[in-house]
Protein backbone atom coordinates (compact mmCIF):
# COMPACT_ATOMS: atom_id res chain seq x y z
CA UNK A 1 0.00 0.00 0.00
CA UNK A 2 1.02 3.86 -1.04
CA UNK A 3 1.56 4.90 3.13
CA UNK A 4 0.53 8.19 2.53
CA UNK A 5 -1.97 7.58 0.27
CA UNK A 6 -0.71 10.95 -2.20
CA UNK A 7 -0.43 11.84 -5.76
CA UNK A 8 -2.09 8.66 -6.90
CA UNK A 9 -5.70 9.43 -6.92
CA UNK A 10 -6.71 12.42 -5.49
CA UNK A 11 -10.24 13.34 -4.03
CA UNK A 12 -11.29 16.35 -5.44
CA UNK A 13 -13.82 17.17 -2.76
CA UNK A 14 -15.15 15.72 0.52
CA UNK A 15 -18.83 16.58 1.99
CA UNK A 16 -19.43 15.73 5.64
CA UNK A 17 -23.01 16.24 6.65
CA UNK A 18 -24.34 15.19 10.34
CA UNK A 19 -27.69 16.43 12.16
CA UNK A 20 -30.00 15.13 14.74
CA UNK A 21 -33.09 16.04 12.92
CA UNK A 22 -36.13 16.25 14.39
CA UNK A 23 -34.73 13.97 17.24
CA UNK A 24 -33.53 15.35 20.69
CA UNK A 25 -30.44 12.59 20.87
CA UNK A 26 -27.71 12.38 18.17
CA UNK A 27 -26.62 8.83 17.89
CA UNK A 28 -25.04 9.59 14.33
CA UNK A 29 -21.11 9.98 13.87
CA UNK A 30 -18.96 11.10 10.86
CA UNK A 31 -15.38 10.57 10.89
CA UNK A 32 -12.92 11.70 7.67
CA UNK A 33 -9.58 11.80 6.44
CA UNK A 34 -8.51 13.31 2.65
CA UNK A 35 -4.97 12.92 2.86
CA UNK A 36 -5.75 9.02 3.84
CA UNK A 37 -8.61 8.70 1.91
CA UNK A 38 -10.69 6.98 4.96
CA UNK A 39 -14.69 7.28 5.18
CA UNK A 40 -17.13 6.20 7.91
CA UNK A 41 -20.65 6.97 8.68
CA UNK A 42 -22.30 5.07 12.08
CA UNK A 43 -25.69 5.28 13.30
CA UNK A 44 -26.03 4.38 16.84
CA UNK A 45 -28.58 3.04 18.64
CA UNK A 46 -29.40 2.67 22.30
CA UNK A 47 -30.01 6.51 23.27
CA UNK A 48 -27.68 9.65 23.92
CA UNK A 49 -24.92 7.74 25.92
CA UNK A 50 -24.79 4.78 24.69
CA UNK A 51 -25.76 4.83 21.16
CA UNK A 52 -23.69 8.29 21.00
CA UNK A 53 -20.85 6.91 22.21
CA UNK A 54 -20.93 3.54 20.29
CA UNK A 55 -21.18 5.30 17.07
CA UNK A 56 -18.25 7.50 17.56
CA UNK A 57 -15.99 4.76 18.96
CA UNK A 58 -16.91 2.75 16.20
CA UNK A 59 -15.71 5.69 13.73
CA UNK A 60 -12.42 6.38 15.79
CA UNK A 61 -11.39 2.74 15.98
CA UNK A 62 -11.23 2.10 12.71
CA UNK A 63 -9.57 5.03 11.75
CA UNK A 64 -7.16 4.49 14.00
CA UNK A 65 -6.15 1.44 12.81
CA UNK A 66 -5.95 2.55 9.19
CA UNK A 67 -3.67 5.05 9.79
CA UNK A 68 -1.69 2.19 12.12
CA UNK A 69 -1.59 0.04 9.03
CA UNK A 70 -1.57 2.16 6.03
CA UNK A 71 1.43 4.25 7.59
CA UNK A 72 3.84 1.21 8.32
CA UNK A 73 4.48 -0.59 4.96
CA UNK A 74 6.31 -3.51 7.49
CA UNK A 75 3.58 -4.06 10.02
CA UNK A 76 3.09 -7.86 11.08
CA UNK A 77 -0.68 -8.09 10.02
CA UNK A 78 -1.79 -9.71 12.98
CA UNK A 79 -5.49 -11.21 11.80
CA UNK A 80 -6.50 -13.75 9.15
CA UNK A 81 -6.23 -12.78 5.34
CA UNK A 82 -9.08 -13.39 3.63
CA UNK A 83 -7.50 -14.70 0.09
CA UNK A 84 -10.66 -13.28 -1.78
CA UNK A 85 -10.00 -9.87 -0.50
CA UNK A 86 -7.03 -7.41 -1.58
CA UNK A 87 -4.16 -6.29 1.11
CA UNK A 88 -6.49 -3.10 0.91
CA UNK A 89 -9.54 -5.03 1.63
CA UNK A 90 -7.70 -7.27 4.05
CA UNK A 91 -6.79 -4.55 6.46
CA UNK A 92 -10.28 -2.66 6.30
CA UNK A 93 -11.82 -6.06 7.24
CA UNK A 94 -9.89 -6.42 10.05
CA UNK A 95 -10.48 -2.53 11.06
CA UNK A 96 -13.90 -3.61 11.27
CA UNK A 97 -13.24 -6.80 13.15
CA UNK A 98 -11.14 -4.07 15.66
CA UNK A 99 -14.16 -2.10 15.83
CA UNK A 100 -16.56 -5.70 17.15
CA UNK A 101 -13.84 -6.31 19.42
CA UNK A 102 -13.52 -2.78 20.86
CA UNK A 103 -16.50 -2.30 21.51
CA UNK A 104 -17.64 -5.59 22.85
CA UNK A 105 -14.65 -5.10 25.55
CA UNK A 106 -16.32 -1.30 26.25
CA UNK A 107 -19.91 -2.81 27.02
CA UNK A 108 -19.24 -6.52 28.54
CA UNK A 109 -19.99 -5.45 31.76
CA UNK A 110 -22.80 -3.27 31.54
CA UNK A 111 -26.44 -4.23 31.59
CA UNK A 112 -29.02 -4.18 28.92
CA UNK A 113 -30.13 -0.97 29.55
CA UNK A 114 -26.82 0.88 29.59
CA UNK A 115 -25.72 -1.31 26.44
CA UNK A 116 -25.55 0.69 22.85
CA UNK A 117 -24.89 -0.77 19.59
CA UNK A 118 -24.21 1.08 15.82
CA UNK A 119 -24.20 0.43 11.98
CA UNK A 120 -21.40 1.66 10.53
CA UNK A 121 -20.31 1.91 6.42
CA UNK A 122 -16.40 2.66 5.96
CA UNK A 123 -14.48 3.31 3.28
CA UNK A 124 -10.84 3.00 2.36
CA UNK A 125 -9.39 4.10 -0.94
CA UNK A 126 -5.60 2.96 -1.55
CA UNK A 127 -4.38 3.72 -4.95
CA UNK A 128 -7.39 3.88 -6.27
CA UNK A 129 -8.65 0.98 -5.27
CA UNK A 130 -12.02 1.33 -2.85
CA UNK A 131 -12.43 -0.83 -0.09
CA UNK A 132 -16.36 -0.87 1.23
CA UNK A 133 -17.30 -2.17 4.47
CA UNK A 134 -20.59 -2.10 6.23
CA UNK A 135 -22.82 -3.29 9.23
CA UNK A 136 -26.90 -2.74 9.26
CA UNK A 137 -28.82 0.30 8.73
CA UNK A 138 -26.17 1.90 6.24
CA UNK A 139 -25.84 2.54 2.67
CA UNK A 140 -23.41 2.78 0.11
CA UNK A 141 -23.73 4.52 -3.25
CA UNK A 142 -21.06 4.61 -6.58
CA UNK A 143 -22.17 7.35 -9.23
CA UNK A 144 -20.75 7.31 -12.31
CA UNK A 145 -21.33 9.25 -15.17
CA UNK A 146 -24.95 9.05 -15.60
CA UNK A 147 -25.31 5.67 -13.81
CA UNK A 148 -25.65 5.09 -10.29
CA UNK A 149 -25.06 0.86 -8.27
CA UNK A 150 -25.45 0.70 -4.70
CA UNK A 151 -22.59 -1.13 -3.17
CA UNK A 152 -23.36 -1.95 0.43
CA UNK A 153 -27.27 -2.47 1.49
CA UNK A 154 -28.51 -2.17 4.49
CA UNK A 155 -29.01 -5.18 6.43
CA UNK A 156 -32.19 -4.64 8.32
CA UNK A 157 -35.63 -6.37 9.13
CA UNK A 158 -37.36 -4.30 6.27
CA UNK A 159 -35.44 -6.18 4.27
CA UNK A 160 -36.43 -9.58 5.22
CA UNK A 161 -40.17 -8.20 4.07
CA UNK A 162 -39.60 -6.74 1.19
CA UNK A 163 -35.76 -6.18 -0.55
CA UNK A 164 -37.47 -3.67 -2.88
CA UNK A 165 -38.82 -1.19 -0.26
CA UNK A 166 -36.54 -1.41 2.72
CA UNK A 167 -36.63 2.21 3.26
CA UNK A 168 -40.83 2.13 3.54
CA UNK A 169 -41.57 3.45 7.07
CA UNK A 170 -44.56 0.80 7.85
CA UNK A 171 -43.10 1.18 11.86
CA UNK A 172 -39.70 1.53 13.57
CA UNK A 173 -38.54 -2.39 13.52
CA UNK A 174 -38.68 -1.89 9.67
CA UNK A 175 -35.75 0.27 9.52
CA UNK A 176 -34.46 -1.62 12.57
CA UNK A 177 -30.74 -3.08 11.62
CA UNK A 178 -30.66 -7.12 11.48
CA UNK A 179 -26.84 -7.23 12.99
CA UNK A 180 -24.80 -4.04 13.98
CA UNK A 181 -21.41 -3.30 15.59
CA UNK A 182 -22.08 -4.63 19.56
CA UNK A 183 -24.84 -7.21 19.24
CA UNK A 184 -22.37 -9.98 19.15
CA UNK A 185 -18.65 -10.87 19.19
CA UNK A 186 -18.62 -12.90 16.38
CA UNK A 187 -19.77 -10.58 13.25
CA UNK A 188 -18.55 -10.76 9.67
CA UNK A 189 -18.99 -7.57 7.81
CA UNK A 190 -19.96 -7.83 4.36
CA UNK A 191 -17.33 -6.14 2.27
CA UNK A 192 -17.23 -4.95 -1.32
CA UNK A 193 -14.01 -3.85 -3.83
CA UNK A 194 -14.26 -1.45 -6.36
CA UNK A 195 -11.90 0.21 -8.82
CA UNK A 196 -12.57 3.66 -8.96
CA UNK A 197 -12.13 5.91 -12.01
CA UNK A 198 -11.76 10.24 -11.94
CA UNK A 199 -15.03 11.79 -11.74
CA UNK A 200 -16.79 9.43 -9.65
CA UNK A 201 -18.98 9.77 -6.75
CA UNK A 202 -19.23 7.94 -3.44
CA UNK A 203 -21.60 8.36 -0.85
CA UNK A 204 -22.00 6.71 2.38
CA UNK A 205 -25.54 7.66 4.62
CA UNK A 206 -27.35 6.32 7.05
CA UNK A 207 -30.96 5.81 6.99
CA UNK A 208 -31.86 9.18 7.76
CA UNK A 209 -31.29 9.83 4.20
CA UNK A 210 -34.31 9.34 2.40
CA UNK A 211 -34.33 7.80 -1.69
CA UNK A 212 -36.09 10.71 -2.81
CA UNK A 213 -33.10 12.65 -1.51
CA UNK A 214 -30.75 10.54 -3.22
CA UNK A 215 -32.52 10.26 -6.36
CA UNK A 216 -32.02 13.95 -6.35
CA UNK A 217 -28.49 13.98 -6.59
CA UNK A 218 -27.96 10.95 -8.90
CA UNK A 219 -30.47 13.37 -11.20
CA UNK A 220 -28.47 16.71 -10.55
CA UNK A 221 -25.35 14.59 -11.21
CA UNK A 222 -26.55 13.58 -14.45
CA UNK A 223 -23.56 12.56 -16.79
CA UNK A 224 -21.30 15.62 -15.05
CA UNK A 225 -18.50 15.11 -12.81
CA UNK A 226 -18.30 18.35 -11.55
CA UNK A 227 -17.78 19.07 -7.71
CA UNK A 228 -19.87 21.53 -8.09
CA UNK A 229 -22.89 20.17 -8.66
CA UNK A 230 -22.67 17.93 -5.46
CA UNK A 231 -21.81 21.34 -3.00
CA UNK A 232 -25.37 22.49 -4.49
CA UNK A 233 -26.81 19.24 -2.84
CA UNK A 234 -25.29 19.31 0.10
CA UNK A 235 -26.07 23.27 0.39
CA UNK A 236 -29.68 21.76 -0.32
CA UNK A 237 -29.76 19.08 2.65
CA UNK A 238 -28.64 21.68 5.11
CA UNK A 239 -31.43 23.29 4.62
CA UNK A 240 -33.71 20.70 4.86
CA UNK A 241 -35.67 19.98 8.02
CA UNK A 242 -34.97 16.34 8.39
CA UNK A 243 -36.87 14.20 11.02
CA UNK A 244 -34.36 12.05 12.38
CA UNK A 245 -30.57 11.42 12.67
CA UNK A 246 -28.88 12.06 9.40
CA UNK A 247 -25.54 12.02 8.43
CA UNK A 248 -23.91 11.22 4.98
CA UNK A 249 -19.81 11.43 3.29
CA UNK A 250 -19.96 12.74 -0.48
CA UNK A 251 -16.33 11.87 -1.71
CA UNK A 252 -15.93 13.11 -5.74
CA UNK A 253 -12.54 11.60 -7.21
Not at 116 to 122: Q, Y
Request: proline content about 5%; hydrophobic content about 45%; overall charge negative.
Amino acid sequence: MNPKNEGIFQVKQLTEFSTPGARADQEDFVITDRTKQVFAVADGFGGRGPGAEASRVACESVKSFLFKEAGDLDATLPFEIRPYFSLVGNVLFNALIHVIRTLSGLIRDRSLNARGGTSMVAGFVDDGLLALAGVGAVEAWLLRGDQSVQLIRPQTYGALWDPFSVQARAGELQSAPLRALGMADSLEPELVEVRLRPGDWLLLHTDGLSAQERATLIASKGPSSDPAVASVWAEGCRRKAFEENTSFVLVCF
